[in-house]
């Protein structure tokens, strides 16, 4: 018992451990990569210093948690610059900082894999670190020097502290993740809280007449009274009594109506007053949570000089790195999104743009690269990153033949592209100006996956770049994930949001200002053509136009990314909205042209799209053919449907299998949905189920059959109940066929179906 | 009524020497008594043995047959009210819901095993299956509650029984209860839809 609590312990301790080391770590590395780079005549002590004192609790948490191999490993590098401090300086090669870094970079390994008291490292190998950092001591005693090293823990030198030191906690993300989903369910509340208002509003727009009503039958009463008593005789007296008891009815009506409309009134008074406070509250929960999930890019940035650093190494390079505006903040969503992007970027700016020391010198230039990273907090909530290198920059004509080698583009077409259209094509997966493939880059999906990644987040990505000066990729993203505006749009009776960020305008034409140039659809937009495209063509969804008003005009939204158009056409604009960014799940990791999914006062999600994504689709669709005005002239003589189901998934099932059969079809939950829908619309068939709330099949069917209008309309019952007394009570209240669920599959529905229209 | 002091006495005084003494039976019926003692505890531990390993499966109505899957991967059981369908995904995807502001994807496994297709069903609950790396939802007709299934009496090589090919499943009980691997489902890489940039 007490050795589980006792474990139990010593596991959080291990935990905590980890994650104190990694800062730790992580500040050494920085620490020794500028140790390296500076100069040994002009060494800055404070570094010296600082990574002295990081070692040395490294070394104090390793013992708390019986770690004794980090702690060996650590006194020795302890013991290197505790020497360090003492001369001033000592002569460390080049060779001497790789010891140290492995020694460094062996400490992350023991760290990462540790359990209690064991690590998975071979001890020859730290036997060899241990050996290699001894070396570097210059000739002292390795226990003279430990003495010294142990008393200066004592006297710890007065530290520079930075000037405002924030209080923090440490939270574990998922419990971060689960307040904030939360925090944006409060949302929902806020649209419900709304048309809870609206809802109330409107019922006291039925009661202002129903009061108004009663009013005028009040006022005619007394005088219905007296002139019927007067011109008497006619049979249509009406009984004293029967007219003074009306007479009270009323009076007590009208009194109950002022005591409800006083409520009522009150009541809406309250609701709007509710309303207005929950609008604030989840407005201050939701920034102040947003300001919680921002961090500085620093966060990632800070293990770059020491990748940037072996990177180099590895490819017989040398880089330098400049980090400017590394305490941005930015959603910390986003930051864990743009990590590998960045890394990708940077290796590829190390691989491809930035030479080898000899041709460099050769070409006049510094014998160490360098990349700069630069963050800038533009407008409109976003960021501006800017990862460049002074490098020999991209050669345009080695893009354009590896494009031509890959079949993405013919010769001619290379030909006629311009120097910006020819650089993007590295995002295109396939396309590699590296003559041969490393296990860094070269195969040709990096910058393709880049680019997919900043896009998913709602970002852009180009790229500049001159011969031998250098290239720069310029990466433009929103701060936060959480709310963007979006357009909401309709087509094919579906709602989808486009976000505004790349949405130029939307508008409204005439249909016959489509035209079809070199066969392609455009609309004119600023006087320049733009090519036009179906939503619902480019989503593979049913053309379904009958909504959306007159054909005589068309919904367009134009859409712009990195300066390229094009025209969308949906159905219907419903407007612009703020929305929430949501994942489409873990199982949906990419779906083409959906971003994710945005969630709205109802709960039910509405997809994303992915506007550079779609326009892609768009590009590669065009060739197809146009399709979307036959298919319109064929819908008129569609025959109509109304499918009532309460079941979703039956319901789109049914809708799904009658809809390819070329009918059209509108649903109803229930019966009293559709008797409602049968009211305003014409159909030619009910397809009904039997079990439903409110008003089941039976019920419908009878009350279909009471109507005159509707004695000859078909009513077929899809239905679990088997029985024979079933199937009898259908038939009594007259519905024209029967089909058991447990026995049904679309031919058998079509054929009933074909048979009554 | 006279007391008899005398029997009480004698009573008293053989009680106490036998308590003095202590239960000593005789050799045989030692014997008997420990031959019954091993017969019980033997049996006993037969009985643990033919138990053996059980897990606690949720059973649910799809397409009027009866599956299972194990109760751990089964993060909840959620109504289906709202969908949303997404252009574009493998059939096997139903669409999205909304699960108190997360969004998890809903799978028809019928589609994904390519089943047949058995009449109409009604289709309203959401078996929410989870793995530290996975999560999505799974179609039900109906759940019919949680049992516990003892693992050596599950057949496994019935895959012609069920159509479901032999990898997905854990197993099938003698009530012909279809059980299915749900850790299976949620490792497999087929089941991920991630289109790659393509262009």
Partial sequence: ?????????????????????????????????????????????????????????????????????????????????????????????KGNFEVI?????????????????????????????????????????LSEIKQKGIEKVYVRPSVQTPASIVETVKIPTARLKSILLQTEEMIATKFIANQQVENLIDINNVFDSLKAECKKAYLDMPKNRIKEGKSGGEGRVLDENVSLKLNEYLGWTQAQIKTIEGRLLSLIKSAKHFNKTIDRMVDNLLSDMKSAMLLPFFTILEGFPLLIRNISHELGKEADVVIKGEWEEIDRRVLDEIKIPFMHLVRNCIDHGIEKPESRLKNGKKREGTITIEILQITG???????????????????????????????????????????????????????????????????????????????????????????????VIPI????????????????????????????????????????????????TPVSFVYLSNILGLPVSREKGGSPLFTNLLITNVNGERIAFGVDEVVGEQEVMFKGLGRQLQNVKNIAGAAVFGSGKPVPILNIPDLMRTAVGAEALPKVSVPVEKAEEGRKSILVVEDSITSRILLKN?????????????????????????????????????????????????????FEELPVVLVTALESREDRERGIDVGANAYIVKSSFDQSNLLEVVRRFI | MAINWEEIYSRLESAKITSEKGFQPSKEER????????????????????????????????????????????????????????????????????????????????????????????????????????????????????????????????????????????????????ILDAERLLTDKSIIVNENVKI
């Fill in chain 1, 1 to 93: 018992m007490a050795d589980k609590k006792e474990n139990g312990i010593k596991k959080r301790l291990l935990s905590t451990f980890k994650v104190e080391a990694k800062d730790i770590l992580n500040a050494l590395s920085l620490g020794i990569v500028k140790l390296e780079k500076s100069p040994p005549e002009n060494i800055q002590m404070d570094i010296v210093e600082a990574v002295y004192r990081g070692i040395h609790s490294l070394k104090g948490a390793a013992r708390a948690v019986n770690l004794t191999d980090v702690e060996v490993i650590c006194q020795t590098l302890e013991n290197v610059f505790s020497v360090w401090k003492e001369e001033g300086r000592i002569e460390l090669a």
């Fill in chain 1, 101 to 141: 870094f492995s020694a460094v970079e062996l400490i992350n390994s023991i760290i990462l894999s540790a359990e209690e008291g064991q690590s998975p490292v071979e001890k020859k190998d730290i036997a060899k670190i241990v050996k290699g950092l001894s070396k570097i001591e210059t000739g002292r005693e």
């Fill in chain 1, 381 to 475: 909530g976003k960021v501006e990153i800017n990862m460049s290198d002074d490098g020999a920059g991209i050669d345009i004509e080695n893009v354009k033949r590896s494009a031509v080698k890959e079949n993405i583009l013919s010769q001619k077409e290379a030909k006629g592209l311009n120097e910006n259209e020819a650089l993007s094509l590295i995002f295109r997966s396939g396309i590699s100006t590296s003559p041969i493939v490393t296990d860094l880059s070269g195969r040709g999906l990096g910058l393709a996956i880049v680019r997919e990644q900043i896009e998913k987040l709602n970002g852009i990505i180009s790229v500049e770049s001159k011969p031998n000066i250098g290239t720069r990729f310029k990466i």
């Fill in chain 1, 480 to 527: 936060t994930v959480a709310t963007f505006r979006g357009i909401l749009v309709k087509t094919s009776d579906q709602p989808f949001i486009l976000p505004d960020s790349n949405v130029e305008t939307v508008n409204r034409i005439k249909t016959d200002k489509i035209k079809t140039a070199e066969n392609r659809e455009t609309v004119t937009h600023n006087g």
């Fill in chain 1, 657 to 709: 299998i009658l809809e390819s059969a070329g009918y059209n079809v509108r649903t109803a939950v229930d019966g009293i949905d559709a008797i409602t829908a049968l009211k305003t619309e014409d159909f030619d068939i009910v397809v009904s189920d039997i079990e439903m709330p409110r008003m089941n099949g039976f019920d419908l069917t009878a009350k279909i059959r009471s109507d005159k209008k």
């Fill in chain 2, 31 to 178: 014997d008997r008594i420990l031959k019954e003692r091993a017969k019980i505890t033997a049996l006993e531990s037969e009985d643990g043995l033919k138990k053996g390993e059980s897990i606690e499966v949720l059973e649910f109505m799809l397409a009027y047959e009866r599956y299972g899957v194990e109760l751990k991967y089964v993060r909840e059981v959620y109504p289906l009210t709202e969908l949303t369908l997404i252009p574009g995904i493998p059939v096997f995807v139903l669409g999205i819901i909304n699960v108190r502001g997360e969004i998890l994807s809903v799978i028809d496994i019928k589609k994904f095993f390519d089943l047949p297709e058995k009449g109409l069903t009604d289709l309203n609950k959401v078996i929410i299956l989870h793995s530290p790396e996975m999560e999505f939802g799974v179609l039900a007709d109906s759940i019919i509650g949680v049992h516990s299934i003892l693992l050596n009496e599950l057949q496994t090589s019935l895959p012609t029984l069920t159509g479901i090919r032999e990898e997905y499943l854990k197993g099938v009980t003698k009530e012909r209860k279809v």
